[in-house]
């Protein structure tokens, strides 16, 4: 109670009494104060979680007051039944506290509803005004709700709208005075502050049962949780809160460009975009749902629904493609779209032959490769040759292939003389091919071969001259005359050697002409007989001043010798002639003695066969024993097998009486073999007789 009601009350009893002592009969004729304004404590239609109540009230006196006692008061249900006795207040003042409503009976608590208190003063064996109030209690948490969001995906943005079930019945007393919902991110949020009410700040949805609906305003991108309870009039919310999952998606489709070239293309472009979109999607929905779109050089856009358009740039030249999706909740990238570079060439590079041959190098060919927007290959192109006029297939030259420009060295030495026509083929950076045979001025590509200086070698045996010695053996014995060659035709093809001598080759290297060609390189190769420990063998030697060459050939097994100059940038290759070196085989021949008994101790023939250069089997070679008697032809009369290092035995024994007396030449002859690398040969005759 205020001060001032204190105060004023204070004084109305004073008064009272006052006039009890004066006039006492009057005092016996006055009246109770009245009862105005009967409240209850937080306002008359607030439910109360609680059965406690605190009245308070204000007193009116009367003009004639009677003494007050006490307050009174007692508590009806809705239909007017009081409950329980009246209770009676020793306070006389203005306010009543702990007011609680009846338990009902078999119950042992009250019942939770809308009551009305009735309220009076009471005194000098009367009772004063009644005034009444409603007592609104309520303690039951309403049911649970459901809710749901209105739309699978929501845009990022937007307002995100959830719909709440009404909570099943029966309802609170108090009915639903609305809803409370919380965003939940993980953290556990919880709609109110209390652990079983919210306040009026905290009912985000005021409506009662009919707001069944509510705006989230804009939500972050990814997945949010809308916590809502049913919050009753008296403030108590549903136990259990309903958790309703909200898909935000706030990006643009990510949108790949497929068909589009690393490099140029030679032909239109088809180029297809394709959307992506990990959240609300891309899938075709009608006009208003996903799409794709694609523009060349800032045309109108190519349109269709879902994730992929396509759409085809052409025409030469450098162009800009830009793309970008709308997914299904609506974010689009066409502020920000994507784009790449088309780079499209459908012309054919221009090629041509240099306008003359270089006369430093005539078989360097050459051609220009001119492409004005892709630019000329660095990788591709080719040159090739034919002879002039024919219908055959144009030969591959090795091409060298640099920025603009073809390069192919003719090896024109080893084509025969005659024309020869060539084709360039070129390419640009986008694939464009053309091929041409003509040169900058636009004649034809033709070359007449030899394009380079020819050369040619004389070539033989001996040095600057060959001594030959003919011989012709006859009834007188064997005649010989010495002869000198100077000429290298004139000189033998084949010479025969002695086994371990080396032998000089000359020849002379000049033009078609005959001038001499000094200072080049000239290549002697020996090819070995079969059986040799080395197949072949290369020398170089050097043309002099006047063209001429030497050399001096090792020892070694028969050979095939053959000379060559492999040509320069201006003079063409050339062979002379190929030459046989016959190597004969050399045998050591002994005796074991000069003179043999008739039918004594037999006489030891033995030797051994050279073999430098060359390996003998495990198993030996083959030697014919041969002898004669005077001037008559050689016989054999034993052929034996050496061993592996080539050498042999014989033991023969002189038997026959006729050969008393007579005197016996003997030699070893090596026959041929296939993989033999010498020449047949004989040993030194040797002398025995018989006695």
């Not at 009174?72 to 409950?83: A, E, T, W």
């Not at 293309?265 to 088809?270: E, K, L, Y």
């Not at 000094?518 to 090819?527: A, K, N």
Request: glycine share 12%.
């Amino acid at each position: 109670m205020s001060p001032v009601r204190a105060l004023l009350l204070a004084a109305i009893l004073a008064l009272v009494a006052i006039s009890a002592s004066l006039h006492p009969d009057m005092a016996a004729a006055g009246e109770l104060p009245r009862i105005e304004a009967l409240s209850v404590a937080g306002g008359e239609n607030l439910w109360h979680t609680e059965n406690e109540f605190r009245l308070t009230w204000n007193p009116v006196p009367t003009a004639e007051l009677a003494t007050v006692d006490s307050v009174d008061y007692r508590i009806r249900d809705r239909s007017g039944n009081v409950l329980g006795p009246t209770i009676r207040s020793g306070s006389a003042g203005q306010e009543l506290r702990q007011v609680h409503i009846p338990a009902a009976a078999g119950l042992g608590t009250a019942v939770p509803g809308r009551y009305a208190v009735e309220v009076w003063f009471e005194g000098d064996g009367s009772e004063g005004t009644h005034a009444s109030a409603a007592l609104l209690f309520d303690d039951i948490r309403p049911a649970s709700v459901g809710a749901r969001s209105s739309a699978e995906w929501i845009r990022a943005g937007s307002a995100a709208l959830i719909e709440i079930e009404h909570p099943t019945a029966p309802l609170p007393p108090s009915g639903i005075r609305g809803y409370a919902v919380a965003l939940d991110h993980g953290s556990g949020a919880v709609p109110c502050a209390g652990p079983d009410s919210c306040s009026e700040a905290e009912t985000d949805l005021r409506s009662g049962t009919e707001g069944d609906s509510i705006s989230l305003g804009p939500l972050f991108e990814g997945t949010n949780v809308a916590v809502v309870v049913a919050v009753s009039g008296a403030g108590l919310r549903s136990e259990v809160a309903s958790r309703t999952v909200l898909h935000v998606d706030g990006s643009a489709p990510e949108v790949a460009l497929s068909g589009a070239p690393q490099g140029w293309s030679s032909r239109p472009v088809i180029l297809t975009a394709l959307a992506t979109d990990s959240q609300s999607g891309t899938a075709a929905a009608g006009p208003s749902g996903p799409q794709t779109s694609i523009a060349v050089d800032g045309g109108l856009p190519v349109q269709a629904r879902g994730g992929a358009v396509t759409t085809v740039a052409r025409g030469d030249g450098i162009h800009r493609v830009t793309f970008y999706g709308r997914d299904a909740v609506g974010n689009s990238g066409e502020s920000h779209p994507d784009s790449a570079t088309i780079r499209i060439d459908e012309t054919a590079p221009v090629l041509a032959f240099a306008k003359s041959q270089d006369p430093s190098e005539p078989e360097r060919i050459e051609a220009t490769v001119v492409d004005a927007l892709s630019g000329a290959s660095q990788t591709s192109g080719s040159i090739a040759v034919r002879a002039a006029g024919s219908s055959v297939q144009f030969t591959r030259l090795p091409t060298r292939v640099s920025a603009g420009k073809l390069t192919a060295i003719w090896d024109s030495d080893s084509y025969p003389v005659g024309s020869y026509e060539f084709r360039a083929k070129g390419y640009d950076d986008a694939g464009n091919s053309a091929e041409t045979g003509r040169r900058l001025d636009g004649s034809r590509m033709v070359l007449a071969n030899p394009l380079k200086r020819t050369t040619q070698i004389e070539f033989g045996f001996g040095g600057r001259q060959m001594v030959w010695h003919r011989c012709n053996r006859g009834p007188g014995g064997t005649r010989c005359h010495r002869e000198t060659i100077a000429a290298f035709e004139r000189r033998p093809a084949v010479r025969t050697a002695p086994f371990g001598r080396g032998v000089p080759v000359a020849g002379r290297l000049t033009s078609a002409s005959g001038s001499p060609l000094p200072g080049q390189p000239i290549e002697l190769t020996e090819t070995f007989a079969a059986g040799a420990a080395t197949a072949t063998r290369t020398t170089t030697v050097q043309s002099g001043p006047d063209g001429s060459f030497l050399a001096h050939l090792p020892p070694g097994p028969s050979r095939e010798i053959e000379v060559g100059f492999a040509g320069s940038r201006l003079l063409t290759r050339s062979r002379g002639r190929t030459i046989r070196l016959a190597v004969r085989t050399a045998l050591r021949f002994h005796a074991s003695t000069t003179t043999a008994a008739i039918g004594g101790a037999p006489v030891v023939f033995s030797g051994q066969i050279a073999h430098a250069g060359a390996a003998i089997p495990t198993l030996g070679r083959p030697i014919e024993l041969q002898f004669r008697v005077g001037d008559s032809p050689w016989s054999e009369f034993r052929t034996v097998q050496t061993d592996a290092a080539g050498r042999f035995r014989y033991r023969y024994t002189f038997s026959d009486d006729d050969s008393r007396g007579v005197r016996f030449q003997f030699r070893a002859y090596a026959p041929a073999q296939p993989d033999w690398p010498y020449e047949p040969g004989f040993s030194h005759p040797l002398a025995v007789t018989g006695r």
